[in-house]
């Protein structure tokens, strides 16, 4: 949903499951957590896919059990760390992964290691 046009929905996890299978191969990084307002669908829908899930504008914005759930039970290597800036300040977005009740590896992996690989900076 672009947030801008709150009822203009350009890309939802239903659209993204559905036209998965069809893109094999290709890199795909969707953007808070694969579906701003519609983490159930995500959680239904996409989580544990080989796609990626940034936080930007996710963390202290919706329920944290199942944001955490998310991070959980998606791929480690396929989580990205992202701000979505300007509209959320970039320290706190660090801070809020940083405060995760997860292992510090996983925080390494979304802090940069992910975005290292995903970017072959490694």
Known sequence: MDVSFPHCHHCTPERIARILP???GLTLVLA????Y???DDVERLLVGKDLYL???????????????????????????F????????????VSAVKDLPI???LKDKIL????AGLLKLE
């Open 22 to 24: 069809r893109l094999k």
């Open 32 to 35: 808070h957590l694969g579906g």
């Open 37 to 39: 307002n519609y983490l």
């Open 54 to 80: 940034d936080t930007s504008f996710t963390l202290g914005r919706f329920g944290r059990e199942q944001i955490l759930r998310i991070i959980r039970n998606h791929r480690p290597d396929r989580l990205l």
């Open 82 to 93: 992202g701000t979505d800036s300007p509209w959320e300040d970039q320290q706190s977005a």
């Open 103 to 105: 292992d510090a590896s």
């Open 112 to 115: 940069y290691e992910n975005a």
